[in-house]
């Protein structure tokens, strides 16, 4: 298996190079020149466990890792740093089913991908023989960034450096980020959001005057974003896990098919649906849930992708997001994997702020139905579990739950579905409680964790337990237009 750039410069690579470079040269994002296909069957399947099953679907995509080296960093990923065996169990809420994917250290979605992707690039470093120190870029909407400081803390020849917008992540979020402390990481705030961060991070990855400089110094880039391809793979592995969990419960039949209901910002999460379903996983539709920044359900309604509008601050930050970069993969295979329309696309984007796509492409989107919540719609949810089941989702869960209601009401599809919870209620606590009673208004962050504990009956995850007796290591803030020198500064050049 090899990959190549959505925008067609540059030759094909191994996934060993694909991830320790991050992004490609060009400025697109790696692709494989297949998605693989396999053998879906449900019974033999669905006795393996979560470690199994993800080397079952990993190996299918890097192909040029041996069995003991893909199998090592699986087993180093999915280890009791998270506290379930399951890795990502499916909770049934009522009559829906919830994947719940914050069972990590950092009680969201993006631990399952960061966990292993340390691995898969220390040993991809070794497998190429690199000598340089590997620098780690994260632009964050507050959960990658603790994903990935913790993935990454003290690994030796990697250093990490990660950018949030202040005023843009809960207080739980920023102080998980903030009190981390590691030798190798580092934490940047930006005045701005997340699309300022990302911008500036794919600019500094494709800047040759900055790569040679990195390069003169012993470094090179790498990323731990969803635009990183051993980011996405690893999230394919609980599409798969969700279904075969179904089915051995016997709440579906075999080969039934499953609809999906995700949450998401950047796209990352609901492509390696996308990408489950073409290997052979079965799957009908791809519910993509936005909040109220829903450039991405304007673009699957009337595939116009529009980015100039007004960005809001909402109660489901990581989902404040207004460029989708994992949007370009999916352009590039609904394109016919047509370089030449990618380049225009992200040309247009990058230069107008929108793109509008064919009408034959925009056929080719009928794997998707888009939909958004708003804040209060986001709320009723929240309110609406707790009330009828006693169980407390966080607001991302949330946005894809309101989704998923109106998803039925419009089209009165009865088919199964499993929504994506992609974080925990501890991480936003403010928003969470208040949507449950507004008696709770006014109290701090930290005191409502208490009461979330006693209102769900739930324990307090480690990773969050005592957070506010730890010390802030990371103070540095600046300007989105110094994100290039913070980085310059950092390493001293």
């Not at 699309?195 to 110094?217: G, N, S, Y």
């Not at 699957?300 to 909402?314: A, E, K, L, M, Q």
């Not at 993969?329 to 394109?335: A, D, G, H, P, T």
Request: charged letters at 25%; aromatic letters at 10%.
């Amino acid at each position: 298996m090899l990959y190549k750039s959505t925008r067609g410069k540059g030759e094909a690579v191994n996934s060993a190079n694909a991830i320790v470079r991050g992004i490609a040269e060009d400025g697109g994002l790696f692709i494989p020149t297949s998605i693989p296909k396999i053998n879906f069957d449900c019974n033999a399947l669905s006795k393996m466990n979560y470690r199994e099953l993800a080397y079952f679907v990993m190996k299918e995509f890097f192909t040029d890792f041996t069995e003991e080296e893909l199998k090592n960093c699986i087993n180093k990923a999915y280890d009791n740093k998270f506290d379930t065996d399951e890795i990502t169990p499916v909770n049934k809420i009522g009559n829906d089913f919830f994947l719940d994917l914050h069972h990590g250290p950092t009680l969201a979605f993006k631990d399952v991908a960061l966990s292993i992707l340390p691995h898969l690039l220390t040993t991809s470093v070794k497998k190429l023989g690199l000598d340089k120190e590997i620098l780690i870029l994260t632009a964050t909407s507050g959960d990658t960034g603790k994903a990935a400081l913790e993935g990454f803390n003290n690994v030796d020849g990697i250093k990490i450096i990660v950018f949030y917008p202040v005023d843009g992540v809960s207080i739980v979020q920023k102080l998980q980020m903030v009190t981390h402390d590691g030798h190798n990481t580092h934490v940047v705030g930006i005045k701005g959001n997340f699309d300022d961060a990302q911008k500036a991070v794919k600019e500094i990855f494709t800047d040759e005057a900055t790569r040679k400089q990195l390069d003169a110094k012993g470094f090179m880039f790498s990323s731990a974003n969803s635009i990183n391809i051993g980011r996405l793979i690893p999230q394919v592995v609980y599409y798969f896990y969700a279904y075969l969990d179904l089915f051995k419960k016997g709440e579906i039949s075999k080969d039934e098919k499953i609809n999906v209901v995700v949450p998401t910002g950047n796209f990352g999460n609901i492509l390696a649906g996308y990408l489950a379903k073409y290997m052979g996983a079965p799957i009908d539709k791809l519910i993509c849930a936005s909040n109220e920044n829903k450039v991405l359900y304007d673009f699957i309604s009337t595939g116009t992708y529009d980015s100039n509008r007004d960005f809001f601050v909402t109660n489901s930050p990581s989902m404040d997001i207004l460029v989708s970069s994992n949007l370009e993969r999916l352009l590039y295979f609904i394109s016919g994997e047509n370089c030449e329309t990618i380049n225009a696309l992200m040309s247009s984007l990058k230069n107008e702020g929108k793109y509008k796509v064919s009408e034959e492409m925009k056929a080719k989107l009928s794997d998707f139905y888009g939909g958004y919540a708003t804040e209060e719609e986001t709320c009723a949810a929240i309110s609406e579990i707790y009330t009828d089941f006693k169980e407390i989702i966080d607001t991302h869960t949330a946005v894809a739950y309101s989704v998923y209601n109106k998803y039925k009401k419009a089209t009165k599809d009865g088919t199964k579905a499993v929504i994506l919870s992609t974080a925990s209620p501890f991480k936003f606590p403010k928003s969470v409680m208040e949507a449950i009673d507004k008696k709770y208004a006014g109290i701090s962050e930290l005191e409502l964790i208490k009461e979330i504990k006693k209102l769900g009956n739930y324990n307090i995850p480690a990773g969050i337990k005592d957070m506010d007796l730890r010390a802030v290591v990371h103070n540095t803030v600046c300007d989105k237009t110094e994100i290039k020198k913070s980085v310059t500064d950092y390493l001293g050049i």
